[in-house]
């Protein structure tokens, strides 16, 4: 096991109603806030009236910037960022998902610095301090509640990147699972993905010696696995709902990834694709992930077996380590396909002729990846097989 510094101060505030508590937890940091939201989900179901509410009757003074769409804009981010300097706001409130959550940590960062917030996307700047965020999250995925990450689209330079500094991380989070009943099948089907790519992210590493992370890693994926089918077919069901919900906190709260290297690769090829195409970003993941696992299973095949027996119940007595590997993957893919999501670029609707410009620039910074450095031939490669 690596050394490591593991803090999470976000609090986290979890269950039925708990929304309207939010005016309460805002008080204590503010008497004006950003209320930051997305294309309208809030206000059709309900939840922006309660958020309201409880902020009216907190005498919190609201300012509204909504309109945040998925794969969040640089555009919006500045519009908020110019609001927040007018009306002296100094608390942003988002409610919504990773995209909104997103919007209102750049907005949050681009307030006090004097130059342009894209600077710190292009390694440019540093966040020397950020305005303080919360969250109510509608939908559990990208584990932004409680991560130091955001992650926003230059839509003019068809560039997506992402900054990441303690100082993102929000304060509170609220997470009422009732919330995500609304959620299309679609989008619970990516969130789950995503979380889960978050914990593969982890999990699959060279550093030897991480019993607990590894146990805690395959506990969460099977609690991932076991419950997303519930919530689909059943898509008022608490339990199920709030299994994932604190599973995708859990998934990206650093926890998962105490005392060893991580590798993010996955992630780095698939922002490509949602920058260019717009897609969402846990589809692009259940795509681009099960590709990766192919071109790099060799690297530590004794790991991708471990994976197939500890997640997916695949019996080693039955098969040799490279076909008990070969098994984890297939059950990986089998499950995105089950659960509705595309598995080929074909099925995810993105053409072909244009993977090795974005291998290209996902390779522009150096290459990706821990457990297999991955150039921009390789990146190029698991494109291909991903078609
Ligand atoms: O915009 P509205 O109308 O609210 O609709 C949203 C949106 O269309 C809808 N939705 C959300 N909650 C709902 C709901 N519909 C019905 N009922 C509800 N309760 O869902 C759609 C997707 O929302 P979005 O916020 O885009 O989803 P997600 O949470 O998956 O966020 C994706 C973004 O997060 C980034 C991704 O790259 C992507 O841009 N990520 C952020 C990370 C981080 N900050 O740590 C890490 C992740 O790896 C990820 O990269
Ligand atoms: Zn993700």
Redesign the pocket.
């Known amino acids: 096991m690596q050394n490591f510094t593991f803090q999470n101060s976000t609090k986290v505030i979890f269950g039925r109603d708990k929304e309207k508590t939010v005016g309460t937890e805002v008080k204590e940091y503010s008497d004006h806030v950003l209320l930051h939201?997305?294309?309208?989900?809030?206000k059709?179901?309900g939840?922006y009236d309660d958020v309201i509410d409880s902020l009216e009757e907190a005498g919190v003074e609201v300012t509204e910037l909504g309109g945040?769409?998925?794969?969040?804009r640089l555009s919006l981010v500045e519009e908020g960022i110019e609001i927040c300097r007018e009306k002296d706001i100094d608390f942003i409130l988002a409610v919504?998902?990773?995209?909104?959550?997103?919007s209102a940590?750049s907005i949050a960062a681009g307030v006090p610095y004097e130059g342009d917030v894209w600077d710190f996307f292009a390694g440019e700047a540093e966040i020397e301090t950020a305005l303080p965020v919360g969250t109510v999250?509608?939908?559990?995925?990208?584990?932004?509640e409680t991560?130091?990450?955001?992650?926003?689209?230059n839509e003019e330079e068809d560039l997506?990147w992402?900054i990441?500094s303690n100082k993102l991380r929000p304060q509170f989070s609220i997470l009422n699972p009732e919330?995500?009943?609304?959620?299309?099948d679609y989008?619970t089907a990516?969130?789950a993905a995503?979380m889960m790519?978050?914990i593969m992210e982890r999990y699959f590493t060279k550093t030897e010696d991480v019993e607990l992370t590894d146990k805690l890693c395959a506990g969460t994926l099977r609690t991932i696995i076991n419950n997303t089918p519930c919530a689909l077919k059943e898509p008022k069901n608490y339990d199920a709902r709030a299994e994932i919900m604190w599973a995708g906190t859990i998934a990206?709260n650093d926890l998962l990834g105490t005392g060893r290297e991580e590798d993010w690769a996955s992630?780095a090829i698939?922002?490509e694709l949602?920058a260019l195409y717009d897609v969402?970003?846990?589809a692009g993941?259940a795509v681009i992930f099960p590709a990766w696992m192919e071109y790099v299973h060799q690297e530590h095949v004794e790991r991708f077996a471990q994976f197939a027996v500890d997640v997916w119940n695949v019996d080693p007595d039955f098969y040799n380590v490279e076909q008990t590997a070969k098994k984890g993957i297939e059950k990986t893919r089998e499950f995105f396909s089950s659960i509705g999501l595309p598995v080929s670029l074909e099925e995810l609707g993105v053409p072909t002729n244009k993977l090795e410009e974005m291998a290209d620039k996902c390779t522009s910074g150096g290459p990706v990846g821990n457990f297999k450095s991955l150039d921009k031939e390789d990146v190029f490669r698991i494109y291909k097989l991903s078609q």
């Open positions: 939201y997305g294309g309208g989900s809030i059709k179901y939840v945040v769409q998925p794969n969040p919504g998902g990773g995209s909104v959550i997103d940590k999250l509608t939908i559990p995925a990208a584990g932004s991560s130091p990450a955001a992650v926003v689209t997506k992402d990441g919330i995500t009943y609304t959620l299309p989008q990516c969130g995503d790519a978050h990206h992630h698939e922002h949602s969402a970003h846990g993941l």
